[in-house]
């Protein structure tokens, strides 16, 4: 007999990072869609001292970093719940 192989399933996730900028602050907002329709939106910030060179790239990189990490940290939460609500128990935090 020989082993069947069990189908891969190719699934894509979008990932939209907006910024909002001033002469010293920089807004991200990232959202992605996940593939069963659902969104998870998380914000990110970085500030210019005043003392520093205008490099809007760089506040953009910070701003989006930490968008991107609240990101990953909403969905590292949103996993543990649904393994929680499946299992019908407490389990340990993914972080």
Known sequence: MTATATPRITVGWHIDLEFEEDSHRTRA?????????TE????????RHPSDED??????????????????MKLLTKAHEEIDEASGRTSYPLT
């Open 29 to 37: 907002a990232a959202l992605v869609r996940l593939s069963d329709g």
């Open 40 to 47: 998870v939106r998380a914000h990110g910030y970085a500030s």
């Open 55 to 72: 490099q809007q790239r760089v506040g953009e990189e910070i701003a989006g970093a930490r968008a991107l990490n609240e990101l990953a």
